[in-house]
């Protein structure tokens, strides 16, 4: 674990944090308008590991951030909150220089960027055991991909665009044939939104499955299995040799992987009069999927290993 202290004065601005893996979609706007959830959990920080992007601020999330004191000033052009566009924005109460960016206005995610150049990671003891993989992808674990309105979880289009964009990346070209279920009703949509592939040779489609502890593969291996995402240290779990992993938050996964839809007894006739529902079937998403194609531009962009071209159009 680190605490993050000022270089100036030593004054600890954190306190102790255990490093994950960056967010492909950190940074990256969302809708119009729409209210952000936090980025980072509680207790965790990032930073952006890709050398060719050049000195990146570690984010972390707002309620980590001690020994700081917000700027107050006119945030000019902002709708809803603090875009971060003047720069630095918080301060170290030890000696007033400035130390990060705090932001949280619509559309951006709400989150607090140290800047590298004003801070430094200071060893705070080792960090927590990593949970092991039935841990991580327990049922109990899962996280619905709609929200109790019935609407998809902002959290779930950014995580399943990246998915898709490792779908789309393992299959180079060729069509995607995705297995019957809870897998084919997440992503077909998605698909179903991406420019027709170029014209060429046919070529055979790659079948695709869920893979993971609790969901062997079928009998008959896929060419690509959709796995869990270790939430820590953002290692896939491993398939079979000869099958090629494609990673989803475990907690998304979770939820497809062990969605169960059936009925618990034969639906027959109609309720008798004054009986009511005690539990209604579960809440449907009321569109078919977001594809979020900022993300999915960005992560086919770190998997080809060229520029980040997120903020061009599509």
């Not at 809708?31 to 952000?36: E, F, H, K, P, Y």
Request: charged content about 20%.
């Amino acid at each position: 674990m680190e605490v993050f202290e000022c270089r100036a004065c030593g004054t600890a601005l954190t306190g102790p944090l255990t490093r994950v893996p960056y967010p492909v979609y950190a940074g990256l706007p969302f809708g119009n308008g729409v209210a952000m959830p936090v980025l980072m959990d509680p207790g965790t920080y990032a930073v952006d590991g890709d050398p060719a992007r050049g000195p990146r601020p570690t984010v972390i999330a707002p309620g980590d951030a001690h020994g700081t004191a917000l700027v107050q000033r006119r945030e000019l052009g902002a709708c809803c909150g603090i875009d971060g566009r003047y720069g630095p924005n918080v301060t170290c109460a030890g000696c007033g220089r400035k130390v990060a960016t705090r932001i949280d206005d619509c559309s951006l995610w709400q989150a607090t960027w140290l800047e590298p150049s004003a801070v430094r990671p200071v060893p705070a003891g080792p960090d927590a055991p990593i949970a092991d993989w039935h841990t991580v992808t327990d049922r109990w674990c899962a996280t619905d991909p709609s929200d109790g309105d019935g609407n998809r979880s902002i959290r779930w289009d950014v995580e399943a665009a990246v998915t898709l964009a490792h779908l789309v990346h393992a299959a180079d070209g060729a069509p995607l044939d995705l297995a019957t279920g809870p897998l084919a009703q997440a992503f077909r949509p998605l698909l179903a939104q991406l420019p027709p592939p170029a014209a060429g040779p046919a070529r055979p489609a790659l079948r695709a499955a869920l893979a993971g502890p609790g969901r062997p593969l079928p009998h008959r291996l896929p060419d690509l299995a959709v796995v869990p995402r270790h939430p820590r240290t953002g290692e896939c779990w491993p398939p079979p040799p000869g099958v090629a992993a494609v990673p989803l938050a475990a907690e998304f996964w979770a939820a497809l992987a062990f969605r169960d839809e059936r009925e618990l007894a034969p639906a027959t006739g109609g309720l008798p009069p004054g009986v009511e529902r005690d539990d209604p079937l579960p809440p449907h998403p009321r569109y078919p999927g977001y594809l979020d194609r900022r993300v999915l531009r960005a992560a086919l962009d770190r998997l080809n290993g060229v520029a980040d071209t997120a903020d061009e159009p599509w």
